[in-house]
């Protein structure tokens, strides 16, 4: 032992602590952040109580990635996930939130969107969500639809029982036969009308056979529902074929129903002057007509919408935040502090308006000559007085600039951002004043954590006054939401 | 060269030094004699700022450390070496290290050269081939002498001698009184020396101060010191119980 | 009236002198930021101090971290039981050793070991006149003997934690698995279920801290001994004391901020 070193023993610890670290993280990181690589999607949702970070994302049971972060944006869970990058999520999946367990852990269900569709970028958004709320109401609805139509069933096959109703009931399918003759007259008329309605029904179809998957079990009970109620359909159409063979054989008043030729002529008259409002629709004629064919309403429209989406995107993009910062300056062991707020209408763009703290003050030179020619030149320390700062700032990539008022004397400044924002690099101009040297300041800033970051620089490094000082220091900086909000509730002129 | 105006320093009640009035005289060495519990050690402090008086000034060549930042006050320290009472070695390094200790702090000497030097002054107070022991492998009087060594490795233009020679065997002392001499006069260097030893006090001092209830009470040559009729200064020199100095 | 102003003296007076430390201790870690950054650092001073906080503290450490790991699986899982949840065993311990009790443990035993030594070291050096020695050599003695120990603290304190949570949760494996008969697939797989590579992360940054405190107080409660080798003693006992209850009271903060 005598002859292993100190360095050697130290070296051997370290490598040890370090595989011991790699080995715990390796095997945690496998299953923990689990993604390393791949790309960012994001989901909005209204509420994502139980879902946690790291929560799985799954397609079809298949884990393909993990929730990275969860913010609250406008009152609503903005989730932003990990993909694997070996699975490509087209334009139109949609995402929904699901439980899975006996601890009722959350987890986000992907459905596949359509083949061959364009994917999603990375850093896109996710538009179809399937809001469970929605859908718990609209099952209750179905349900209780289903409850109406048992009992409607119900009288109805009641109502057919008797010799009378399977009278009308008779006479009710004599005009039913015209009816389609002439039906299918029409439809053969408008066929591409047609085929479109049968376009969007069959996506009806697709986005119900969607909702019905995902809810698998609502969906049972109500088709429970259903099938009482085509049990009564049932006993219903048995009283139908009845009255069918009454008819064929000519019993009852049906024959003479038949014969009347009035009730076909009126039938179809009804018909046609449908036929012709559908036509007057297509041509743009009458007020609904109009609306539907004019160029203009649409154009309207659209800009309206584009105009609410501006809207919502402004707001989302206006941040607000707040910030302290204080310095030690060790060569004056002092501390200065700097408080400040800084609004970021947009993503590239900020205004910073601060108060700054500083204990040595600020040297005001004032020349005075009376009426002789002597100047006397006064120097007063302001010890006491805050110093502003008011500066607009612009961000292109990594590089902030930024400049106004600094420490309330005109200047600049430059920010060089690195590791995610985690670092940042710092370099100050101002108070360029002919008679000392221009202030000049750099710095870095650390994040450590969340809202702290630690911050160590030298002030005044060319000063001729004796102000030069390195500091240490930390800062404090959050995001307001209540602020956003006070700002851009706020009518703001343009 | 060093110069103490009206310097006051007072521990709790006790008043240790009292408007004390002393200078030294560049390139020679001022013994200082005193009771024991004086405030030999105090002053000796007070010279190389490692205690800020309560009030008055301490000058070196003409700069007031008392005024100083730690910072440039580190810097007129530089042209100090001190040996303090107790050696203060440190005891987490050899005797070599620590008499290497300045060297490696304040030249950018290879470690050949810092070697040599080191094996030099240890040979100078007798301790040759100790290099490799700790401190606390000593005794009492061979920490002092490499205390001396570290004292002096530099060659720093003024030197404190905190009782170099207290607690050495006669041959030792007079061996270690010339070393101090030879290095005083080769290198024209400022020594304060504190000192008990009555003969080492003549040999080796050109002026002779003597510290009584916090002030210089009597300064001169050590004729001048034996030809005295201050009858603190006699019974001092004469070890007398009887006099104004009182045991009690 | 006059005991009441007494009291009222007395208890500004205390107040104070606490507040005075704290800034004292402000102060001295700045002083410590400074001469941190002024090469150069002796790297073998840097060893040595690594050297004795770490390597010397594995043994302790991995004591510390193997019996709690299977105190906690024992206790563990009886509870556990009664919910048949007897495989969650090994992922409460796996959560509370990374993020608690790793940290914390193995910094109240380096306080023990290192903090204490470190305030009778300077101590010791303070009243033999050693410091004084080092400013008269025109070395500052913040930077030649409190630096490297707090810089060997903050390397050193995480690393014993990773060293500490990896024992004690192999502990817990083995008293889980092969004392309790706790089903192996299930336990180790609700570690990694519930072990976030944040858990980890997070108590080292704790540790750091931990480490950064226990240097900091020891060097600061060493540095300013008086009083002969009763003061030594004093100062070692205040900064195991002041140490410990500033990690036991800080780390409610710290996992505050960060959980
Ligand atoms: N740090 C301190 N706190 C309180 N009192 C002190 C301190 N240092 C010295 N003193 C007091 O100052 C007086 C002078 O002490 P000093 O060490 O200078 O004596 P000295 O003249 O060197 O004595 P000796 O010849 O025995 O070394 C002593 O009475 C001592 O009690
Ligand atoms: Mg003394």
Redesign the pocket.
């Known amino acids: 032992m005598g002859s292993i070193t100190t360095e050697a023993k130290v070296g051997l610890f370290i490598l040890i602590g370090m595989l011991l670290l790699g080995y715990m993280t390796m095997q945690v990181g496998q299953r923990g952040v689990g993604i390393k690589k791949g790309y960012n999607v994001d989901v909005v949702f209204d509420n994502v109580a139980g879902l946690n970070k790291y929560s799985s994302v799954q397609i079809a049971g298949v884990e393909v990635g993990r929730v990275e972060d969860i913010l609250l944006k406008d009152g609503k869970a903005l989730v932003r996930l990990r993909i694997t990058p070996s699975v490509t999520l087209e334009k139109d999946v949609s995402a929904a939130i699901k439980t899975r367990g006996v601890l009722g852990d959350k987890y986000i269900e992907i459905t596949p969107g359509t083949r061959g569709m364009a994917a999603l970028e990375p850093g896109e958004q996710i538009r179809n969500v399937e809001r469970q709320a929605d859908i718990d109401r609209l099952l209750n609805q179905i349900s209780a639809i289903a409850d109406d139509v048992k009992t409607v069933s119900g009288t109805l096959s009641n109502v057919l029982g008797g010799q009378a109703g399977q009278d009308s009931i008779g006479g009710l399918l004599e005009n039913m036969q015209a009816l389609t003759r002439n039906i299918n007259s029409l439809v053969v008329s408008n066929e591409a009308t047609i085929r479109s309605m049968l376009l969007n029904a069959q996506e009806l179809t697709n986005n119900l056979n969607r909702v019905v998957v995902q809810n698998d079990d609502k969906v049972g009970e109500v088709i429970e529902n259903l099938r009482g109620a085509s049990r009564e359909m049932e006993k219903t159409f048995a009283s139908f074929s009845q009255i069918a063979d009454e008819v064929n054989r000519g019993e009852g008043t049906i024959g003479q129903l038949m014969k009347d030729n009035t009730t076909i002529t009126n039938l179809n008259k009804t018909l046609a002057s449908l036929q012709e409002v559908s036509d007057k629709i297509n041509q743009g004629k009458g007020t609904l007509g109009k609306l539907v064919n004019d160029e203009e309403t649409v154009n309207n429209l659209n800009q309206s919408l584009s105009g609410i989406n501006r809207y919502v995107t402004k707001a989302e993009q206006f941040r607000t935040f707040l910030g302290y910062r204080g310095e030690y300056l060790w060569d004056k062991s002092n501390f200065k502090s700097y408080l400040d707020i800084k609004i970021q209408p947009k993503q590239d763009q900020f205004y910073l308006l601060g108060l700054v703290s500083d204990p040595r003050g600020r040297l005001t030179v004032r020349d005075y000559t009376p009426t002789g020619n002597v100047t006397t030149r006064t120097e007063e320390w302001d010890k006491s007085g805050l110093l502003f700062n008011v500066q607009i700032g612009k961000r292109f990539r990594n590089v902030v600039l930024r400049g106004g008022i600094l420490e309330s004397t005109g200047g600049f400044g430059m920010d060089y951002m690195a590791l995610n924002d985690r670092l940042k690099l710092t370099f100050e101009a101002f108070d360029f004043s002919s008679d000392r040297n221009a202030h000049l300041k750099g710095y870095a800033d650390v994040q450590l954590f969340k809202y702290l970051y630690l911050t160590g620089g030298w002030d005044d490094f060319i000063s001729n006054r004796g102000n030069s000082s390195g500091f240490v220091g930390f800062s404090i900086r959050f995001e307001d939401d209540d602020l956003k909000y006070l700002l851009t509730s706020t009518p703001i002129p343009k | 060269m060093i110069k103490l105006v009206d310097v006051h320093k007072s521990?709790?009640k006790?008043k240790?030094l009292d408007g004390l009035n002393l200078a030294i005289e560049a390139g020679k060495t001022t013994v200082i004699i005193?009771?024991?519990?004086?405030?030999?050690?105090?002053?000796l402090k007070h010279i190389i700022g490692l205690i800020k008086p309560d009030s008055g000034h301490v000058l070196i060549e003409e700069s007031d450390i008392t005024r100083l930042s730690e910072k440039d006050l580190n810097e007129v320290r530089k042209k100090f070496g001190m040996l303090f009472?107790e050696a203060a070695l440190f005891d987490s390094m050899t005797v070599g290290e620590n008499v290497a200790f300045p060297l490696r702090e304040q030249t950018k000497l290879k470690d050949q050269e810092i070697r040599q030097i080191v094996a030099d002054r240890l040979r100078a107070v007798g301790l040759s081939g100790v290099e490799e022991k700790m401190p606390s492998e000593l005794s009492g009087g061979m920490r002092k002498r490499v205390g001396l060594a570290r004292a002096i490795a530099l060659h720093p233009r003024i030197v404190l001698f905190?009782?170099p020679t207290t607690g050495l065997d006669p041959v030792m002392t007079e061996a270690i009184n010339q070393l101090i001499m030879d290095t005083q006069k080769n290198f024209n260097l400022t020594c304060v020396v504190?000192s008990?030893d009555i003969q080492s006090i003549f040999r080796i001092g050109h002026k002779i101060a003597m510290?009584y209830e916090g002030r210089i009470i009597e300064y001169g040559t050590p004729e001048e010191i034996r030809a005295s009729d201050n009858p603190v200064m006699r019974q001092f020199l004469s070890g007398s119980v009887d006099g104004p100095i009182k045991v009690t | 009236m006059k005991p009441f102003s007494a009291s009222l003296d007395y208890v500004g007076r205390t107040v104070m002198h606490y507040v005075e430390e704290m800034g004292r201790i402000m102060t001295l870690f700045f002083s410590i930021l400074f001469w941190m950054m002024r090469p150069p650092l002796k790297a073998r001073n840097i060893f040595k101090q690594m050297e004795f906080v770490g390597v010397k503290s594995i043994f302790v450490v991995v004591l510390t971290g193997l019996f709690t790991g299977m105190v906690m699986t024992l206790q563990g899982y009886h509870g556990f039981r009664l919910f048949g949840a007897e495989t969650m065993v090994g992922s409460t311990v796996a959560l509370g050793m990374t993020r608690e009790l790793g940290p914390v443990l193995t910094s109240l035993m380096v306080t023990a070991r290192a903090g204490s030594a470190m305030a009778a070291e300077l101590g010791t050096m303070r009243v033999t006149e050693q410091i004084d020695a080092l400013y008269v050599m025109a070395a500052n003695p913040i930077k030649h003997l409190i630096v490297p120990r707090v810089i060997a603290s903050v390397l050193m304190v995480p690393l014993l934690t990773v060293v500490a949570n990896f024992v004690g949760i192999a502990g817990s494996y083995f008293v889980g698995v092969n004392l309790l008969n706790i089903n192996e697939g299930d336990f180790i797989n609700n570690i990694y279920k519930m072990l976030e590579l944040n858990d980890i992360y997070s108590g080292l940054v704790k540790a750091a801290f931990f480490g950064l405190v226990l240097s900091v107080v020891g060097c600061y409660k060493g540095f300013n001994t008086?009083g002969g080798a009763e003061g030594v003693g004093r100062a070692t006992t205040q900064a195991v004391v002041i140490s410990s209850i500033t990690i036991l009271v800080s780390d409610y903060f710290l996992t505050a901020i960060m959980f």
């Open positions: 521990y709790g006790q240790v005193g009771r024991s519990g004086g405030g030999k050690s105090v002053l009472q905190d009782e504190i008990h510290l | 008086t």
